[in-house]
């Protein structure tokens, strides 16, 4: 009896020990995978510059200016060669490139030639309903932060609800320009002094509102005794003073350009020339608070939009005048971010993504002075949606030892395909509810795949389809069919020079019937309309894009236009105050540029032939 009581106990001792065994190995195990796990989430840098041509990059043809920093990416990484945007204006881009979906679909649209959100008070703006992918990436547990533009709108019913704030759209942090770069944001020198103007008119109208209220309580407690006439006096003098004060500033910088961190006004107006500083200021300072991954960092560049507000320490840097010397500080600010992911440690777990919203603004001068960008050989640019200038934007993909470094892609690709191969790398999943027009790139840049899963591309000018691209699966041939181009003026222009953007629908646009042909890999630049007697497969052509037009108008659900007029009409109820309305003039960003340390020359960077800011303090 003992002795088999002894073996029942070595037995279960033995059992205990095999299952605190098993159960270690089990959480072991288990860890290794979660940890596993979170190791195959990259970190993610989305890059997007603002009116920028795809013919003023080094690593795309231009050798007259110095883009090493984002020539580096295309070095270091992938190049896509027919990367185009869902449309040539800003806000309907970047809403097609916010949802993968194009921007007739999310009402991103007008019915007329004004398809832009116009003002920051306006009620016009991205629908919340609509999936971003930032959303998608905070599923998984990303830190999700935008630096810089947003254009998507802001408020909805009053000032300060802030109901379209990027926050409803997924992101975590926000410091940048609600609204976009106008010519009224440029460098104003009467600035400080209406700082200043607007801090004593408000102590002073303080001052007479506490005098009102306290003759009024004396009145009422017959503590004093002063006629109604004056504490009346002393309110309309209230009102007077603040109607004048709103009268005298009707300009726009006043109520559209002004910055935000989170969801307070830290400049109104801003100070233009110093907002790209403080914004890579603030973008550094997301990667260094979130290091430990994952993350998804949007920089949204206020470059190269017009005016150019640029710094005094690129003036005089480049031979294309204030365009080249605001495209060469950007390319700099692109430098600063690269490198901050270097010191950090990020650089092989970090996928980052290099791209503009549309083609550059031909029409964009000052004088006989050219302001706006370069599209290289392609036709029209910025609001131009149907011809490759306005739409051909540069697309390149850096992430160490995950992409293959130089490989050049020649496949359509799009804008809208970031939010599904950023679902791909987060290990989250599109929306199921709705059409996603984008498709997941990582099984193309990684060479998994040598075609593009996109066989037609459909080129929207606000509502109105101008043309359709079209790459068959077993050729060689891009075809592009237009059905309405704009009327470029003066004649033989490339561009609208007369109407500063070209416009949608109208007079000012002819229509094809039957459309015209391009062959885009023998007529980059579409100068020469292919005919039946040029091309033998002109008719199936067009009857092919013909149908593609009917089965993609079938799959498009009828929403309400957020770009229409009564929604893109300026309301006094919701411009956007840092004080209280209408002195709303502020500045707590004073100084904040310091510290950024800018180039006094250009040498060689470490390891390459390229020139390299370097800087020279700090």
Not at 41 to 56: C, E, Q, R, S, T
Not at 152 to 174: A, E, K, S, T
Not at 335 to 351: E, F, M, P, Q, V
Request: proline content about 6%.
């Amino acid at each position: 009896m003992d002795n088999t009581t002894d073996r029942q106990q070595v037995d279960n001792t033995t059992d205990r020990r095999c299952l605190v065994s098993l159960s270690s190995m089990w959480f072991l195990l288990s860890m290794g995978q979660s940890q596993r796990a979170e190791d195959d989430k990259p970190n993610i840098v989305l890059i997007l510059a603002d009116d920028f041509g795809i013919g003023d990059l080094g690593c795309y043809g231009n050798d007259t200016i110095r883009t090493p920093n984002i020539d580096s990416l295309a070095r270091e990484g992938v190049q896509l060669t027919q990367h185009i945007a869902a449309e040539s204006m800003c806000t309907p881009s970047r809403s097609a490139l916010l949802t993968g979906r194009y921007p007739i679909r999310t009402g991103m649209v007008s019915n007329g030639n004004i398809h832009v959100i116009q003002h920051l008070g306006v009620p016009a703006a991205l629908p919340n309903n609509e999936t971003t992918f930032a959303e998608v990436v905070k599923s998984q547990g990303y830190s999700t932060g935008i630096i810089g533009k947003w254009h998507l709108g802001l408020n909805c019913l009053f000032r300060g609800d802030h109901c379209h704030h990027p926050y409803n759209h997924g992101f975590d942090y926000f410091y940048g320009m609600p609204y976009t770069l106008i010519e009224p944001c440029g460098v104003d020198h009467s600035r400080d002094t209406e700082l200043a103007i607007t801090h004593n008119v408000w102590l002073i109208v303080q001052l007479i509102m506490v005098a009102a209220l306290t003759l009024t309580v004396g009145k009422l407690t017959h503590m004093i005794c002063v006629p109604w006439s004056l504490i009346l006096f002393m309110v309309l003098l209230i009102f007077l003073l603040g109607y004048s004060w709103f009268s005298s500033f009707t300009d726009s910088r006043y109520w559209d350009c002004l910055l935000m961190r989170e969801h307070e006004i830290t400049e109104q107006p801003m100070k233009a020339e110093r907002a790209g500083s403080i914004m890579v200021k603030e973008a550094i300072s997301f990667l260094e608070r979130h290091r430990e991954g994952p993350f998804l960092l949007f920089y949204s560049f206020l470059h190269v939009h017009v005016p150019l507000p640029t710094t005094k320490d690129f003036i005089g840097t480049s031979k294309h005048g204030l365009y080249g010397i605001y495209l060469e500080e950007m390319d700099f600010f692109v430098g600063k971010l690269l490198a901050a992911i270097d010191d950090l440690g990020l650089r092989n777990h970090t996928l980052v993504y290099f791209t503009s919203d549309h083609g550059g603004q031909l029409e964009a001068s000052l004088g006989h002075v050219q302001l706006g960008g370069w599209n290289g050989i392609f036709k029209g640019g910025k609001g131009v949606s149907g011809f490759e200038g306005g739409i051909r934007v540069p697309g390149l993909f850096q992430w160490p030892g995950k992409l293959p470094a130089g490989k050049v892609i020649d496949e359509p690709t799009s804008l809208m395909d970031i939010l599904p191969t950023v679902a791909a790398l987060s290990g989250g999943i599109v929306p199921q509810d709705r059409v996603i027009d984008g498709r997941n790139l990582l099984p193309l840049l990684q060479g998994e795949v040598q075609r593009s899963e996109h066989e037609f591309l459909f080129h929207y000018c606000s509502k109105f389809l101008q043309a359709v691209r079209w790459s068959p699966k077993d050729s060689a041939a891009v075809w592009k069919v237009h059905y309405v181009t704009p009327v470029f003026n003066p004649p033989g222009a490339h561009a609208c020079y007369e109407t500063t953007y070209c416009q949608c629908v109208g007079e000012n646009v002819t229509y094809h019937d039957p459309p015209l042909l391009f062959d885009l890999s023998r007529d980059p630049s579409e100068s020469t309309p292919l005919t039946n007697d040029t091309e033998p497969f002109h008719d199936l052509v067009i009857r092919t894009v013909a149908n593609a037009v009917l089965e993609h108008k079938k799959s498009i659900t009828p929403v309400a236009f957020q770009l229409r007029k009564e929604m893109n009409q300026e309301f006094v109820s919701l411009m956007s105050c840092c004080g209280v309305f209408p002195f709303c003039l502020c500045d707590k960003e004073e100084g904040q540029e310091g510290n950024i340390c800018f180039p006094s020359s250009f040498v060689n960077r470490k390891g390459s032939g390229e020139k390299y800011p370097h800087k020279v303090n700090g």
